[in-house]
């Protein structure tokens, strides 16, 4: 969907776990084997994550102005994660056991949000892309997965709506 290089660190995981879904064509690559695969998951872990997803979802939906949600705080409460001190005398929060989806999942933002990275990872605001993406941009506010794409029919969206209430 988008142009944009990856987020950093485990934000990749979160930004790739919410880009399972294509909103607009409705393909969710949890449907596949390699879809599945690549977060360790079997079918029955499914119907979670695709919870967790679309929790997440709201959550950048969040970051780029748009509403407000409680999902991801519900679910997060789950997370089994443990405070571990690194050798360097850092603390961190880590898996508590075999590491799950949402272990690892929530382990990435908290380390996304001790560095201040976290409210960067948004959603597209287009309704029919809500693509994760990564905003990098200085002023933090980027509001489209692509400007060349999104971006881009946003604003002739807007330029036919302001021609045709002239007319």
């Known amino acids: 969907m988008n142009?944009?290089?990856?987020?950093?660190?485990?934000?990749?995981?979160?930004?790739?776990?919410?880009?399972?879904?294509d909103v607009e064509t409705g393909a969710d690559t949890l449907d596949t084997p390699e879809g599945r695969a690549r977060?360790?998951?079997?079918?029955?872990d499914v119907p979670a994550a695709r919870e967790l997803r679309e929790a997440l979802r709201a959550a950048c939906l969040a970051h780029a102005g748009h509403g407000r949600s409680t999902a991801l705080?519900?679910?997060?409460?789950?997370?089994?994660?443990?405070?571990?001190?690194?050798?360097?005398g850092t603390a961190g929060l880590r898996p508590l056991g075999p590491p799950t989806l949402l272990s690892r999942i929530a382990e990435a933002i908290a380390a996304a949000g001790a560095d201040g990275s976290w409210t960067r990872l948004k959603a597209c605001e287009?309704?029919?892309?809500?693509?994760?993406?990564?905003?990098?941009?200085?002023?933090g506010r980027s509001r489209w997965c692509s400007m060349s794409v999104c971006g881009a029919r946003a604003k002739m969206r807007a330029y036919r709506a302001r021609r045709a209430s002239s007319a």
């Open 126 to 139: 287009a309704q029919d892309c809500q693509w994760a993406y990564f905003d990098r941009s200085p002023a």
């Open 39 to 44: 977060f360790d998951l079997t079918e029955t």
């Open 73 to 88: 705080d519900t679910i997060l409460s789950d997370a089994p994660l443990r405070v571990a001190i690194a050798a360097d």
């Open 3 to 21: 142009d944009r290089a990856p987020a950093p660190g485990g934000l990749a995981l979160v930004e790739a776990l919410v880009n399972t879904l």
